[in-house]
T-cell receptor, first 114, second 114 residues
Framework: DAGVIQSPRHEVTEMGQEVTLRCKPI?????LFWYRQTMMRGLELLIY????????DSGMPEDRFSAKMPNASFSTLKIQPSEPRDSAVYFC????????????FGSGTRLTVV | AQSVTQLGSHVSVSEGALVLLRCNYS??????LFWYVQYPNQGLQLLLK??????LVKGINGFEAEFKKSETSFHLTKPSAHMSDAAEYFC????????????FGSGTRLSIRP
C-alpha cells in the first residue's frame, strides 16, 4: 500500500483565494483525520470522519474551513477565503478499528498564504 | 476528557547516552497510549503503542515505553542514543470510548550531541 497520500505537497496562494487540500486514505481504513500543525499551536485536530461521516468538527477554526469525504477513498479540506494566519502544515491521517491501531499519517501539505 | 502532558519541549543528550522522554496522561478510562516520531518535513510515524497486556512495549529503532497506571505515565526510553534519533516526539492518548480519536501532546524535540 502506498500509505496516506496528500496533495499538493506545497501550496503558495494569495490572501483571499480558495485553497483545496486533498487526501487519499489507506484502503480499508474507516476513519480519517485532518490536523493542522504550527509552531505556535502544535498539532490541532480539525475534523475527523468515521465511515465517511463527519463525527467531530469542533476543531475547525471558522466557517472559512470546510471538509468533505464523498467516498471511502477521498477527502478534501477547503479554505475559502484563505488568510495569512492559515499558513501551516496540514496533515491527513487514517486508521482502522476502534483506535487501538494508531494512525498512519500522510506527508502533509505545507500551505503558505501571502 | 483525556489529555497528555509532555515534560520538556526540548531534550538534548550525547550520542550513546540514555534517552528519556517523559509523558503523563489523564484519562477517565483505561487508555490506549502511543508515541510518534516526526522527522523534519515529514509526517508523524508510529513508534510504539500500548493497548492492553504487557506494560513494557517495544517499538521501532530500539525505543521502548512502560505504561505505569499508578503514575499515569508512559515515558519513552532508548538505552543508547544515535544521531539519527534527532527528531520531534509526540505522546498521544486515545479514550477507548471516543471512536478512535487520539489526542496528541505538544511534542518534545530531541537533539543528539556528537
Amino acid at each position: 500500500d502506498a500509505g496516506v497520500i496528500q496533495s499538493p505537497r506545497h501550496e503558495v496562494t494569495e490572501m483571499g483565494q480558495e485553497v483545496t487540500l486533498r487526501c487519499k486514505p489507506i484502503s480499508g481504513h474507516n476513519s480519517l483525520f485532518w490536523y493542522r500543525q504550527t509552531m505556535m499551536r502544535g498539532l490541532e485536530l480539525l475534523i475527523y470522519f468515521n465511515n465517511n461521516v463527519p463525527i467531530d468538527d469542533s476543531g475547525m477554526p471558522e466557517d472559512r474551513f470546510s471538509a468533505k469525504m464523498p467516498n471511502a477513498s477521498f477527502s478534501t479540506l477547503k479554505i475559502q477565503p484563505s488568510e495569512p494566519r492559515d499558513s501551516a502544515v496540514y496533515f491527513c491521517a487514517s486508521t482502522e478499528g476502534a483506535g487501538d491501531y494508531g494512525y498512519t499519517f500522510g506527508s502533509g501539505t505545507r500551505l503558505t498564504v501571502v | 476528557a483525556q489529555s497528555v502532558t509532555q515534560l520538556g519541549s526540548h531534550v538534548s543528550v550525547s550520542e550513546g547516552a540514555l534517552v528519556l522522554l517523559r509523558c503523563n496522561y489523564s484519562s477517565s478510562v483505561p487508555p490506549y497510549l502511543f508515541w510518534y516520531v516526526q522527522y523534519p518535513n515529514q509526517g508523524l510515524q508510529l513508534l510504539l503503542k500500548y493497548t492492553t497486556g504487557a506494560t513494557l512495549v517495544k517499538g521501532i529503532n530500539g525505543f521502548e515505553a512502560e505504561f505505569k497506571k499508578s503514575e499515569t505515565s508512559f515515558h519513552l526510553t532508548k538505552p543508547s542514543a544515535h544521531m539519527s534519533d534527532a527528531a520531534e516526539y509526540f505522546c498521544a492518548v486515545s479514550d477507548r470510548s471516543s471512536a478512535s480519536k487520539i489526542i496528541f501532546g505538544s511534542g518534545t524535540r530531541l537533539s543528539i550531541r556528537p
